[in-house]
């Protein structure tokens, strides 16, 4: 048990030895919002398919808030009988609003993945995903004041505000791959992992809010997760997101432990998740989470420990996810609810 700990703490001062922010939308819960994520991660969870919904208010105490509401859908479809290759459909929606101008974004991510069975007792796979996401964006810039509007301390709205905003929306393609590779091991493959390296952007998308178009700089992303039983009925995971945007850098990683429950045939029947994340100094984050046969609920809230901590009062913003999973009344797909790695 010891050396298990010891393990932990070496990989979770590895994990958080990166800087913070990037630029797109992120969450808390980054393990439930797949796609955004890693594209080849889509399908790495028990059952057949799985709907979602994640919902973000932050900086409530200091701005306008920020709002942003995820939907995702996932499907797994197994290639022959045995279900051991697979290929995974997923779709995910989500929308974002920010600040006093109002910044809306929209966008839709629609993704495929195929994942291999590399053979062998342990359920060890390696998976390739693809994704093409549309997003629109738009602000209001009535909502916002600038210094040549202000005439002797006093603010005039029909002042020219002198700056070269040419236009108030902007739309783009974004593309995005992902690879992954995921193993069981151990004692009745009691214990997995994944790693995962994913791009984004990687068609160069241009944001022309401007006269002169900006082009949006690639996004890198870095997964990993390893889940291992502590006798019958624990279960510890450690889990990391690490992404790249230009010169924004950003590492979440946590600790989770779970307790399940289970019925009179032994399945699992009730988990309940409880642990902390961390993202690198920006936010300490607990979690909770809890499992009911295929429903699932997530909560977090983000205790600000940045630069703006004095201004909130320490107070970042809840988060919020919901899910359901199931495995399709099929003899050919039913093996397919058992294919991945398992995480609780």
Known sequence: MMKMIRFVLIMLGMMVAVVTQAQDIHFSQFYESTILRNPSLIGLFEGAYKISTLNKSQWQSISKPYQTNLVN??????????AEDVISFGLTFFADKAGTAQLKTQAVYPCINYSKSLGGFHNEYISLGFTIGYLQRNFDISKLTFNEQYFNSAFNASNANG???TNTNSSQLDVGVGLNYSRSFGYENGSSFYLGAAAYHLNQPKSNFTASELTVPMRFNVNMG??????????????????????????TSGL???????????KTEFILQLGTLYRFQDAIIPTVKCVYRSYQLGLSYDINVSSLKSASSMRGGLECSLALLGVFRNANRSASKTICPHFY
């Open 256 to 266: 989770l432990f779970n307790y399940r429950t289970v019925d009179r045939d032994y």
């Open 226 to 251: 390893w889940a291992s039983a502590i006798g019958e009925f624990w279960n510890m995971q450690l889990l990391t997101n690490a992404c790249v945007q230009g010169a924004y850098l950003e590492s």
């Open 163 to 165: 700056e070269n905003i």
């Open 73 to 82: 859908a996932e499907i797994r479809v197994p290639i022959n009988k045995s």
